[in-house]
């Protein structure tokens, strides 16, 4: 089977996309560049690929931003914008020599256009395995640069006060599990609920490697701390789940956000399956942007995250199936009704299934059936998540062609699935332990099937 293009997520109309990587909101649209092989499937001949969006939803796939050169891919970075509107994109230099470095380009348009910087590489630690840069903005002035020792589990940090000279500043880790190396950092200074408070959140991607790399395959994570001198440190020392599903990774947040927002965006794979999911003429797809903010809970900080949802108008309960591009939401009293399961039934026997425990406190999804133990060995099975607050009886479930995003405690977990459900009706049924039936709402997203060919600049301007 061929997997379906998703409607309102990014995906390109051909050739392979993976990580996030420049994202801006400049020129009232949200620009969205990304690991890109602009001559196939397959991932390699890495470049920066480019899209554009007035609303985070609907999505103007254009040129080639940053295109691989002979000796040199380039790997994944970040843009920011300066105050005269100029975009800086602080991009991985891996040369064919082994090395790993970073790079700057400029652009005047809105990033339609580049211009390398002579000066580059404008960091060389001679390292092979120094990646990923992410360019933030310092409170009180400045800049910071993270960026990946990936196998040593090491981020480090670079100041600057022009964007041109960078020094360093120190490092952060190693912690948590070995066997993986650490890619795709981003810091972000989250509000907490309900307070003026803001704080420091380090956002983290990790990759097992190895001949025993765990089969859970890639993930991303977060830590709460504080930044001290150019400098992120953590008094937890533990990295915490961001999404409990098996497709969420390297997600990074836009520069320039309207209101200061933190808005995520990431790649929803898998690095233990992603280069033989069965998709073509494309193959790569990223998360619905979301939100990000702090809930406190005891004594203890928590990721929240609020999707930007896509429009939809309400079926008819009593319809059976429902086109594979729709918001479920399902609502229902815990205390009286137990367990829930929401099932999705697609082709043949693809099936899809959400539980809601509250006794275990638990939510899992699982997904089964021939096409989904066809795609990969480590691809079928049930990933389970903890509730924090199971007497919440609310789930929010996003489908779209392939991909498949449940949220539950209101923002404080969630879980990305790539699914094998295919390209016609799904079947959508709800029970509970009880007598109880969850009231379940299937909204039909009013978003049209993608367009399938690149454009020359972006569509008329709107306001995000």
Same mark, same amino acid.
């Given at each position: 089977?061929?997997? #379906?293009?998703?409607?309102?997520?990014?995906?390109?109309?051909?050739?392979?996309?993976?990580?996030?990587n420049g994202l801006v909101f400049t020129g009232d649209r949200w620009h969205a560049f990304f690991q890109f092989n602009p001559e196939g499937n397959d991932w390699g001949n890495m470049s920066w690929g480019h899209a554009s969006s007035p609303d985070l939803l609907h999505w103007d796939e254009?040129?080639?931003?940053?295109?691989?050169?002979?000796?040199?891919?380039?790997?994944?970075?970040?843009?920011?914008?300066?105050?005269?509107?100029?975009?800086?994109?602080?991009?991985?230099?891996?040369?064919?020599?082994?090395?790993?470095?970073?790079?700057?380009?400029?652009?005047?348009?809105?990033?339609?256009?580049?211009?390398?910087?002579?000066?580059?590489?404008?960091?060389?630690?001679?390292?092979?395995?120094?990646?990923?840069?992410?360019?933030?903005?310092?409170?009180?002035?400045?800049?910071?640069?993270?960026?990946?020792?990936?196998?040593?589990?090491?981020?480090?940090?670079?100041?600057?006060?022009?964007?041109?000279?960078?020094?360093?500043?120190?490092?952060?880790?190693?912690? $948590?599990?070995?066997?993986?190396?650490?890619?795709?950092?981003?810091?972000?200074?989250?509000?907490?609920? $309900?307070?003026?408070?803001?704080?420091?959140?380090?956002?983290?991607?990790?990759?097992?490697?190895?001949?025993?790399?765990?089969?859970?395959?890639?993930?991303?994570?977060?830590?709460?701390?504080?930044?001290?001198?150019?400098?992120?440190?953590? #008094?937890?020392?533990?990295?915490?789940?961001?999404?409990?599903?098996?497709?969420?990774?390297?997600?990074?947040?836009?520069?320039?956000?309207?209101?200061?927002?933190?808005?995520?965006?990431?790649?929803?794979?898998?690095?233990?399956?992603?280069?033989v999911v069965p998709s073509s003429p494309w193959r790569g797809a990223m998360s619905l942007p979301r939100t990000l903010g702090l809930r406190r809970i005891g004594d203890a900080l928590h990721l929240v995250q609020g999707p930007v949802l896509p429009p939809s108008d309400e079926l008819d309960?009593?319809?059976?199936?429902?086109?594979?591009?729709?918001?479920?939401?399902?609502?229902?009293? #815990?205390?009286?009704?137990?367990?829930?399961?929401? +099932?999705?039934?697609?082709?043949?026997?693809?099936?899809?299934?959400?539980?809601?425990?509250?006794?275990?406190?638990?939510?899992?999804?699982?997904?089964?059936? +021939?096409?989904?133990?066809?795609?990969?060995?480590?691809?079928?099975?049930?990933?389970?998540? #903890?509730?924090?607050?199971?007497?919440?009886?609310?789930?929010?479930?996003?489908?779209?062609?392939?991909?498949?995003?449940?949220?539950?405690?209101?923002?404080?977990?969630?879980?990305?699935?790539?699914?094998?459900?295919?390209?016609?009706?799904?079947?959508?049924?709800?029970?509970?332990?009880?007598?109880?039936?969850?009231?379940?709402?299937?909204?039909?997203?009013?978003?049209?099937?993608?367009?399938?060919?690149?454009?020359?600049?972006?569509?008329?301007?709107?306001?995000?």
């Amino acid at each position: 089977m061929s997997l #379906p293009r998703p409607r309102f997520h990014l995906a390109p109309a051909r050739n392979w996309m993976n990580d996030p990587n420049g994202l801006v909101f400049t020129g009232d649209r949200w620009h969205a560049f990304f690991q890109f092989n602009p001559e196939g499937n397959d991932w390699g001949n890495m470049s920066w690929g480019h899209a554009s969006s007035p609303d985070l939803l609907h999505w103007d796939e254009h040129p080639v931003a940053l295109r691989h050169r002979p000796g040199e891919q380039i790997y994944s970075g970040s843009i920011v914008a300066g105050d005269d509107g100029t975009l800086s994109a602080f991009y991985t230099s891996a040369y064919d020599r082994g090395i790993q470095a970073q790079s700057r380009a400029t652009s005047v348009d809105d990033g339609f256009s580049w211009t390398m910087d002579a000066a580059n590489p404008v960091i060389d630690r001679g390292s092979a395995d120094f990646r990923d840069p992410k360019v933030v903005r310092v409170p009180g002035g400045g800049w910071l640069m993270l960026a990946v020792e990936a196998v040593e589990r090491r981020v480090v940090f670079y100041a600057s006060d022009d964007l041109s000279t960078w020094r360093e500043t120190g490092s952060f880790g190693p912690l $948590g599990p070995e066997g993986v190396v650490w890619e795709c950092p981003d810091l972000v200074r989250l509000p907490v609920e $309900g307070t003026t408070e803001r704080v420091w959140v380090l956002l983290l991607s990790t990759n097992p490697v190895g001949d025993d790399a765990d089969p859970a395959g890639s993930a991303m994570h977060y830590v709460v701390g504080d930044l001290v001198d150019g400098v992120f440190h953590s #008094p937890d020392g533990d990295l915490r789940p961001l999404d409990h599903g098996r497709d969420c990774y390297a997600g990074v947040t836009f520069d320039s956000a309207p209101g200061g927002s933190a808005m995520m965006l990431a790649w929803m794979g898998n690095w233990r399956y992603a280069r033989v999911v069965p998709s073509s003429p494309w193959r790569g797809a990223m998360s619905l942007p979301r939100t990000l903010g702090l809930r406190r809970i005891g004594d203890a900080l928590h990721l929240v995250q609020g999707p930007v949802l896509p429009p939809s108008d309400e079926l008819d309960a009593s319809a059976p199936r429902i086109a594979p591009h729709a918001v479920i939401d399902v609502r229902w009293d #815990p205390a009286a009704a137990g367990t829930v399961r929401l +099932r999705l039934h697609g082709d043949d026997d693809a099936t899809v299934e959400v539980v809601h425990d509250p006794a275990a406190r638990t939510l899992s999804v699982s997904r089964t059936g +021939r096409a989904a133990d066809a795609l990969h060995p480590d691809f079928a099975g049930m990933r389970s998540a #903890p509730l924090a607050d199971p007497a919440t009886g609310a789930l929010t479930v996003v489908i779209d062609g392939p991909l498949l995003e449940v949220f539950a405690d209101d923002g404080l977990t969630v879980l990305s699935h790539l699914v094998t459900l295919g390209a016609g009706p799904v079947s959508v049924s709800a029970s509970a332990a009880t007598s109880v039936v969850p009231a379940v709402r299937v909204g039909a997203v009013r978003i049209g099937a993608p367009a399938g060919t690149a454009q020359e600049g972006p569509a008329a301007p709107a306001a995000a």
